[in-house]
């Protein structure tokens, strides 16, 4: 419907010029919004507004104008001139109704676009360090990361999904150091407690699987414990092991995989850090004071320049980080988009520029990131802060047992990445209106209720009686449920385009309110054939919509609750 009216008032603008009320070089962006009181029609435009000032005229005689330069089109009931010379109009109903044939016809298929055009893009997220349980930041980084690489293939792009494991540097070395102290028997009470050690319980689970000679089966790696408390190389080497393993496990149960799995140390040990060294002091962007190796990433916009190779010789840890984007760049991912917490901010900057100082045709700006902001888990009204598995923080597997997996997706992924976000356990696990999850499950659970029903009472659902009558639909509440559902493949598209899942979760909050409003004002059940099986299709139809937008948040869409 949207697309038919911008489609109107382009030939309205044509008319106007061949009249000589428009200049012929008048090419405006059309912009049609939906109306928020139904009073005002279904869909609005303030183009008038826009071409005042170049047409010579006071806004509402334009939008006189343009009305009567529009042609007439089955999809418009009337049109209306409201305020200044904002064109409101009112859809007819059998163009509304169409929506539902459309939906069923595509089913899954719903909302999703080639827009993309099958265009290469990597996504980085999560990327945990091997240190320990997965946290409810990195749940919020999966969530967020796994939905846009859902709406990314939604709109045609071909997505990889990468984790990059710091798998070398200080925090390892505090790991094994760690581990290899409960090996021993220590505890983080006793004086030859690592200074930097790790003190979650799970550190203890890591030291017994070592002492007991158990074989870690991780991602790309299988490893004995050797059990010898002084080899610390074969404790760091099993603790990794061991640790990526149970991130695999949180990951895996919160519904999230990914295709590549990237190590830091490779860059090490294929020599791709020292490569980039030579290559940014090659360029002429390097320079030495105090014993340390620097680079000017003030010449490339940062407010300062950094240090790359410290006075002990150890790199500091944006290098790395530029290294792995180098060779994010020279696998061809021209598109890559990061996300992660927003403790990563200030790496923004200096990551992009030493990219630049490469010389390497790279473009400014790249690579994307989305930074999303701290998570606060709340139970009772009072902060959680404490896991049995981690110790000082919350981790994720304990929101996921707490509340579900779904529950646990939908509330990480429906807010917008860059505001904080209060968990509240037990909202999540309420059967109230007033959870989201449930509310817009719910919806979809009455649907299926629905048709059980009918099924129940031998009336099985018409498709062609249906389809023939949809022009039955004309309550104000039949209406409105058939304009969210047409706003559905736009908001799948600007979602994507912005990079934001949380449009998402809001639809389908928005929709799941329009279907309760018209459900409970509507009956479905009537005796006239055509006008129950035309209202079980409108059912059927948002149905269809909820399961499609839950997909792209990787929440599932139950039959019954």
């Given at each position: 419907?949207?697309?038919?009216?911008?489609?109107?008032?382009?030939?309205?603008?044509?008319?106007?010029?061949?009249?000589?009320?428009?200049?012929?070089?008048?090419?405006?962006?059309?912009?049609?919004?939906?109306?928020?009181?139904?009073?005002?029609?279904?869909?609005?435009?303030?183009?008038?507004?826009?071409?005042?000032?170049?047409?010579?005229?006071?806004?509402?005689?334009?939008?006189?104008?343009?009305?009567?330069?529009?042609?007439?089109?089955?999809a418009v009931s009337k049109t209306e001139?409201?305020?200044?010379?904002?064109?409101?109009?009112?859809?007819?109903?059998?163009?509304?109704?169409?929506?539902?044939?459309?939906?069923?016809?595509?089913?899954?298929?719903?909302?999703?676009?080639?827009?993309?055009q099958g265009q290469k893009v990597q996504v980085e997220f999560v990327s945990a360090n091997p240190t320990g349980p997965l946290h409810v930041g990195h749940g919020r980084g999966a969530a967020i990361g796994d939905s846009l690489c859902r709406l990314?293939?939604?709109?045609?792009?071909?997505?990889?999904?990468?984790?990059?494991?710091?798998?070398?540097?200080?925090?390892?070395?505090?790991?094994?150091?760690?581990?290899?102290?409960?090996?021993?028997?220590?505890?983080?009470?006793?004086?030859?407690?690592?200074?930097?050690?790790?003190?979650?319980?799970?550190?203890?689970?890591?030291?017994?699987?070592?002492?007991?000679?158990e074989t870690v089966h991780a991602d790309d790696r299988h490893v004995t414990a050797k059990g010898d408390p002084d080899d610390l190389d074969a404790i760091r080497e099993f603790a990794v092991a061991y640790l990526r393993r149970e991130q695999d496990l949180d990951l895996k149960a919160f519904g999230v995989e990914f295709d590549v799995y990237f190590l830091e140390s490779s860059l090490y040990e294929e020599g791709k850090v020292e490569a980039t060294v030579e290559r940014l002091i090659d360029k002429g962007h390097t320079y030495e004071e105090d014993g340390a190796l620097w680079l000017r990433t003030t010449d490339f916009g940062d407010d300062k320049d950094r240090v790359m190779r410290k006075q002990d010789g150890g790199y500091t840890y944006f290098l790395p980080d530029v290294a792995y984007h180098l060779d994010k760049w020279q696998r061809g991912f021209t598109q890559v988009i990061n996300e992660q917490g927003a403790d990563h901010h200030s790496t923004v900057t200096r990551v992009r520029a030493g990219l630049q100082a490469l010389d390497a045709d790279i473009p400014q700006g790249w690579p994307d990131y989305v930074l999303h902001q701290m998570v606060l888990v709340t139970r009772s009204g009072v902060e959680v802060k404490l896991s049995k598995r981690a110790g000082s923080y919350v981790t994720l597997r304990d929101l996921i047992d707490e509340v579900g997996r779904d529950?646990?997706?939908?509330?990480?992924?429906?807010?917008?990445?860059?505001?904080q976000l209060t968990f509240d356990i037990d909202l999540a696990r309420s059967q109230s209106n007033d959870n989201p999850v449930y509310y817009v499950q719910y919806a979809h659970a009455r649907v299926c209720s629905v048709l059980r029903r009918i099924e129940s009472e031998g009336q099985a659902f018409d498709h062609g009686l249906a389809m023939a009558?949809?022009?039955?639909?004309?309550?104000?509440?039949?209406?409105?449920?058939?304009?969210?559902?047409?706003?559905?493949?736009?908001?799948?598209?600007?979602?994507?385009?912005?990079?934001?899942?949380?449009?998402?979760a809001q639809y389908l909050q928005d929709l799941a309110a329009d279907f309760h409003t018209c459900y409970n004002a509507v009956k479905v059940m009537v005796e006239d054939d055509a006008l129950r099986n035309a209202r079980l299709a409108l059912g059927l139809a948002t149905r269809?919509?909820?399961?499609?937008?839950?997909?792209l948040l990787g929440v599932g869409a139950p039959e019954e609750m």
């Open positions: 419907m949207k697309e038919t009216i911008i489609a109107l008032l382009d030939e309205a603008l044509a008319n106007l010029k061949q009249q000589g009320v428009l200049p012929a070089e008048t090419s405006p962006t059309i912009k049609v919004d939906p109306t928020k009181d139904k009073a005002h029609g279904d869909y609005a435009t303030n183009l008038a507004l826009m071409l005042a000032k170049p047409a010579g005229k006071k806004p509402r005689d334009l939008a006189e104008a343009l009305v009567a330069a529009l042609p007439e089109s089955p001139i409201a305020g200044p010379g904002f064109i409101n109009f009112f859809a007819a109903t059998d163009a509304v109704a169409q929506v539902v044939a459309q939906v069923l016809e595509s089913g899954d298929a719903y909302g999703r676009s080639l827009a993309g990314l293939e939604a709109v045609g792009y071909d997505v990889t999904r990468e984790f990059y494991y710091n798998d070398a540097g200080a925090q390892i070395s505090n790991l094994a150091r760690s581990v290899q102290a409960r090996v021993k028997g220590l505890g983080p009470e006793d004086a030859g407690w690592p200074e930097d050690g790790y003190r979650g319980g799970y550190i203890q689970d890591v030291a017994n699987s070592y002492l007991a000679g529950a646990t997706r939908y509330f990480l992924a429906a807010r917008r990445a860059d505001s009558n949809l022009a039955s639909l004309t309550e104000d509440q039949e209406k409105a449920l058939m304009n969210r559902l047409a706003r559905y493949p736009e908001v799948v598209t600007h979602a994507a385009t912005s990079r934001e899942p949380q449009q998402v269809q919509v909820i399961r499609n937008g839950l997909d």
